[in-house]
């Protein structure tokens, strides 16, 4: 006879439940079958009498009137009493009685709170079939709590109560099975659980039920009508992350719903007033971009900031943002850095690439290049590009990193296989020079290539240098023109020098001493000093330009500033 079976009797003799329910049907044979003595009452009424006493004390506590630590004396005895009671019908074998004992010890109500009792008495009464008890057993495995983990117990534990009819366990071990926590995953077993417990009115079942039709993309189950619905009846019943992620679907137009901002919007309020921090940020990237509702950087604001001060670290780095410059709020680089910082220390990578800037160019916080380093590497391991571009800068340059070519062109090659323009560039220069890669110029153009098409301006300059040159391409000045107006465009000033020598020359296109000029003078006011010398030449000459010796010693002047060696000898001569 195991313990869960057994009743032990007053007179401490232990007989077996059901012997003791069946003595109790003779009523002129109710004693003990060894000692005579008479068997106490039922544990059905034992327990009913001592819950209505129990009930009492805590309505009193309940309405303010007393608390549990300083109850009178008379409450004190009736829950004394009733306790005692409580544990005659659960030595009786009585679940719902050794399920009050756990309640009791978990909450401290009436007893002296002790959670390993209170597991003790849980095992007890869910061993006798108590459907709450099994399933709250099963939460205490599934969390250790006062028991050693399992996830596997759990399970069985949830299937015994789900066989009940326990919503809350049917929920449960729908869940186990839907990720395959202790049990086998099993998509249609766990949706048939989570619809029982749905029909009960379990609302997380509805919320799980939306994601399993809506999110397995490859499985027969899956279904964007059924997924809207479930999310729908969840949202309808106040659950705050169906609520936000009906919003989602409507912002997306999937899973069965038309694309509708306003209907985005009308959940994503519903969530976010409830206090859903994915929610407030949500709302404020529709008052941000002005979806369906009238654009207002001071609304993003405050809806970031609620989301902000709840620990979501998108909401942070955008209210870092809005900081930095004063959108919504006025402009702060103190407190914008310290809203970066703590995205930044929950590992959002765009944050730690954010810090690590500010504390490049000493914007907010003292500048120092090792907080700026150790910062891009926490976020470069996170597989952030751009952060792994500048952390190959600080290895190049030596910024507080030891300087090494070799770490450099390891973080680049990472960056630039993911598009990093800036790291592909970097890599063209190393394989141009040939530090630590073997040199070549085929590699180089084929990196340059890659960051030119993506608009980086420089890569544009040299890539038009090597059709100029015919280094690892056939030569095409037709096409180093074109690459270097793409540069020149962008405000490079050397790509501009270069084109105005190839528009003077009528070399790769036609020849326009006018159009040369122009992109010269725009070179030349960029303080580009080899355009500054032709310009003295030109102005020196009169060659297309009006003569002036004043605009030529200008010229010369500004080049001369910067050392270039034509412009001081010209000098020299005119002096």
């Not at 009736?78 to 399920?99: L, M």
């Not at 009508?225 to 989602?248: F, M, N, P, T, Y």
Request: charged share 20%.
């Amino acid at each position: 006879m195991d313990e869960a079976s057994a009743c032990t009797l007053p007179c401490t003799h232990v007989f077996h439940n059901t012997c003791v329910e069946e003595l109790r049907k003779f009523g002129v044979t109710q004693v003990c079958p060894l000692c005579r003595t008479a068997l106490p009452p039922g544990p059905e009424k034992i327990f009913e009498l001592a819950t209505i006493r129990f009930t009492t004390v805590y309505r009193l506590v309940e309405r303010g009137r007393a608390t549990w630590s300083t109850l009178p004396a008379s409450a004190k005895l009736k829950v004394d009493g009733a306790i005692a009671d409580w544990r005659a019908a659960a030595d009786q074998g009585f679940g719902e009685a050794q399920y009050a004992l756990f309640m009791a010890f978990d909450s401290g109500h009436g007893l002296a709170q002790d959670g390993k009792e209170a597991v003790r008495w849980l095992h007890k009464a869910a061993k006798q079939g108590h459907a709450r008890a099994q399933c709250d057993y099963g939460n205490s495995l599934y969390r250790g709590d006062g028991v050693p983990q399992s996830y596997a117990e759990a399970a069985q534990w949830w299937k015994r109560a789900a066989e009940q009819g326990h919503a809350n366990a049917q929920y449960s071990y729908g869940f186990a099975l839907a990720v395959g926590e202790g049990i086998k995953q099993n998509d249609f077993e766990a949706v048939q659980w989570l619809e029982k417990a749905a029909e009960q009115g379990f609302v997380r079942a509805l919320r799980v039920l939306g994601r399993l039709y809506g999110s397995t993309q490859e499985s027969a189950l899956q279904s964007n009508d059924k997924a809207a619905s479930w999310w729908q009846k969840a949202a309808e019943h106040g659950d705050i992350v169906a609520q936000r992620c009906l919003g989602l679907f409507y912002a997306r137009g999937d899973s069965g719903k038309a694309q509708s901002f306003a209907e985005a919007v009308r959940w994503w309020q519903k969530a976010a007033t409830q206090g859903d921090a994915k929610a407030q940020y949500f709302l404020g990237e529709a008052f941000l971009h002005g979806h369906s509702v009238e654009q207002s950087d001071k609304k993003a604001a405050m809806w970031y900031q609620k989301a902000a001060d709840q620990g979501d670290d998108g909401a942070q780095l955008k209210m870092a943002y809005f900081l930095e410059r004063g959108r919504g709020v006025k402009q702060n680089y103190t407190k914008q850095f310290e809203m970066a910082q703590k995205a930044a220390i929950q590992g959002n990578s765009e944050a730690q690439l954010s810090l690590g800037l500010q504390f490049r160019v000493g914007k907010g916080v003292a500048q120092c290049d090792e907080q700026a380093a150790a910062w891009w590497l926490k976020a470069a391991v996170q597989g952030n590009v751009d952060a792994q571009a500048f952390l190959g800068e600080a290895y190049e340059f030596g910024r507080g990193v030891e300087q090494s070519l070799k770490k450099a062109i390891d973080w680049w090659l990472k960056a630039a296989e993911q598009g990093n323009a800036l790291a592909q560039y970097k890599l063209g220069l190393s394989f141009m020079s040939g530090n630590v890669v073997q040199q070549s110029y085929t590699r180089a153009v084929e990196w340059w290539q890659k960051a030119s098409e993506q608009g980086h301006a420089d890569a544009q300059l040299n890539l038009g240098c090597q059709y100029s040159a015919g280094f690892g391409v056939e030569q095409s000045p037709k096409k180093a023109v074109e690459w270097w107006l793409k540069a020149a465009e962008q405000g490079n000033p050397e790509a501009q020098y270069r084109l105005g020598n190839m528009l003077a020359d009528g070399c790769g296109v036609a020849q326009s001493d006018e159009k040369a000029i122009e992109w010269w003078l725009k070179a030349a006011g960029q303080g580009f000093k080899d355009a500054q010398f032709h310009l003295g030449i030109l102005f020196k000459e009169g060659r297309s330009v009006k003569q002036s010796d004043r605009e030529s010693a200008k010229w010369w002047h500004k080049a001369a500033k910067q050392g270039h060696a034509g412009a001081l000898s010209k000098l020299k001569g005119v002096n």
